[in-house]
Each structure stands twice: as C-alpha cells, then as structure tokens.
C-alpha cells in the first residue's frame, strides 16, 4: 500500500453546491490551482463542473489548456502570466484572461480571435494590478479595443489583502470607486474581489462572483473557527500501512511533517496510536495490537482531519494538500 491519497469527489461537490446557495445570488469561481491543492486537477474539475459551478479558476494558461486537453469545457479564467504566455492558444481555447497593463492589454488584443478580459486593479496587495493612477487609462484602452472587436471586457477585479477588516473595508471602497470610473468608460461587466475568507465573512465583497479555493476541500475559511461550523468537509484522507512493529510507511519526505512528533495520532482499526517520531520515509508509533500490513489511517476518515493536523505546526492547509507525495491517488464519486 505504502502511501494513498483517498478523495472522495462526492464531498467536494457536495461542498461547492453548499458554497454556491450560501453567496447566491453571487456567483462562484472555483479556483483549482496547485493541481486542485493537491487533490488532482482534472478529477476535481470535472467535479466542479458536475456540481454545477459558474466558472474555473485556473491559474495559469498552461493549466487551462490540460484541462482543454482532458475535455473539460467550462469557462475557466487565468490571471498569472509570463513573457512566455502563449495567449494566442489561451484565447483559441476560450480561455478567459486577466489584463493589469497597457502592454499586458496590447498583447491579448494582438492574439487571434477575441479574449475575454478580467481587468485588475491594484487595491492595496501590490499582487500584478493595474495602478489606481494609470486606472482610468487602461480601462479607456480596453474599452476602445472591445468597440473595434478586437477584446471582450467581461469583468474588473481584484485580490484583498485580509490582514484586517479594516484594511479590506478600505480596498473594497477603492474597488467600488475603480468601478464608477470603469462604468464611465462604457463597461458593463461584473466584479470580483473576494476570495474565500472575505467572501465567508464580509458580505458586501461577494459582488456578482466570488473566487472560492481551498475552503471547498474543508479548511476553514475563517480563523478560529472549524470548517464543520461553515458545513463543510475535506474530501481526502491519507493510508498508509504497518511494515514492522511500531513502524508505519510514512515520513517527512511524503509532506507529514516532523514537528508532527510526539503531537498527533494515527488510528488503526479504530484504535489511536500516538506518532513518536516522524522520519524520512517511515515513522515510530505506540506499540499495540496490530499485525504488520494493517492500514493506517494519517488524516482524515477516522483520524485527525487535515485542518487539525495543521494546526498543531501552525500551518495551513494548502501546505499539507500541495506537498503530499503519495504512491497512489483513488478517487470515489
């Protein structure tokens, strides 16, 4: 057995139709960057679209384009380029494109067909937006470019910082001005700023769509409070199995964390046993009454969830879910 990833799709769907009836009548990206936090980017996908979601948060045009690849056909939207960004292929694919600068907007606009653009304006994170000086300028450009066919301009948007509420409070009153100037420019698109912990506990950021990430896969949105509380669950738990007495097949080299040490258990036929030191490749448990072979849950099922893991080494989730190496993934539907 050595080292599984078991995700059940069924929870995560049921996680982002519960998301989508808690932020109607706003809309929901479901981001699946970081092959989908871990959890396989074309299985979850496909999920995600099964649930019925608004649109897919790729990423990247290189991740857009696999999910093409694989046949997966739902309006997906990528927002992080590079000089080597092949836009002629995302824009052939209908994939849609975030545009922060007049360069940025000149080189979508000269791929074949027409994009649909996302422009960004910088709202404080300093995270590849369009400043507020040169706003009014590119908005102008943009809007000028949709008149003679060449883009669509289906939305503005942003990131917030979440370091306070305060501080988010101030972007979205930033967000909301670059609005009214892009509205004076003859958009008429939508909006976009939050992502899942503001979109959880501010409101007034949802807009008419809201970017959902991990939070889908069971990680509280929210500090201090358990993802249950938001009635959500993670979709994937970790097997390994006993290879001799008090050893079983995981390590630090798999993503389960040495500081896990002497701090968390695993269970094995129902039993909790207490990790006592975490190696490279295998790690030393409480000895007890199990035969070598048994299997050994590390998260989730029986055991501790991933959310608790975490917390005990105080770190997040998408740390554990993007650094797992496992020998072999299984999915249920």
Same mark, same amino acid.
């Given at each position: 057995m050595t080292v599984v990833k078991k995700v059940d799709l069924a929870v995560y769907r049921e996680n982002l139709k519960?998301?989508?009836?808690?932020m109607a009548p706003a809309r929901v990206m479901a981001v699946i960057k970081a092959d989908a936090y871990g959890h396989g980017l074309v299985e979850v996908a496909t999920a !995600?679209?099964?649930?019925?979601?608004?649109?897919? &948060?790729?990423?990247?045009?290189?991740?857009g384009l696999a999910l093409r690849k694989a046949g997966v056909r739902s309006p997906s939207f990528a927002w992080l380029h590079s000089p080597q960004s092949n836009f002629n292929s995302a824009v052939k694919a209908e994939i849609e494109l975030?545009?922060?600068?007049? !360069?940025?907007?000149? !080189?979508?606009?000269?791929?074949?067909?027409t994009a649909k653009v996302h422009l960004k304006i910088d709202t404080g994170l300093s995270r590849n937006g369009c400043r507020v000086e040169n706003w009014s300028e590119l908005v102008k450009a943009a809007i000028e470019l949709q008149r003679q066919g060449e883009i669509s301009v289906v939305a503005i948007w942003s990131h917030l910082a979440g370091a306070s509420?305060?501080?988010?409070?101030?972007?979205? !009153?930033?967000?909301e001005n670059a609005y009214q100037v892009a509205l004076t420019h003859g958009f008429s &698109? *939508?909006?976009?700023?939050?992502?899942?912990?503001?979109?959880?506990?501010?409101?007034e950021s949802?807009?008419?769509?809201?970017?959902?990430g991990v939070s889908a896969f069971g990680t509280s949105p929210v500090s201090q409070i358990p993802?249950?509380?938001?009635?959500?669950?993670s979709p994937m738990a970790v097997e390994t199995e006993v290879t001799a007495e008090g050893i079983i097949a995981v390590g630090f080299l798999h993503g389960f964390f040495s500081q896990l040490s002497n701090k968390?258990?695993?269970?094995?036929? &129902?039993? &909790? *046993?207490?990790?006592?030191e975490v190696g490279p490749l295998a790690s030393r448990i409480e000895t007890g009454d199990y035969a070598i072979g048994s299997t050994v849950e590390v998260f989730g099922g029986n055991a501790i969830s991933a959310e608790i893991l975490c917390e005990l080494v105080n770190t997040v989730t998408d740390e554990l879910f993007t650094g797992l190496k496992a020998d072999s993934v299984t999915y249920a539907n």
């Open positions: 519960h998301i989508m009836q808690t !995600a679209v099964e649930a019925g979601i608004d649109m897919l &948060g790729v990423l990247d045009i290189e991740t975030s545009v922060s600068s007049l !360069a940025e907007l000149k !080189a979508v606009a000269s791929a074949l067909g509420k305060e501080h988010d409070l101030e972007a979205i !009153a930033l967000f &698109g *939508y909006r976009h700023i939050a992502a899942s912990p503001t979109s959880f506990s501010l409101p949802r807009f008419e769509m809201v970017r959902i993802a249950e509380e938001f009635g959500l669950q968390t258990e695993v269970v094995i036929d &129902g039993v &909790g *046993y207490r990790v006592l």
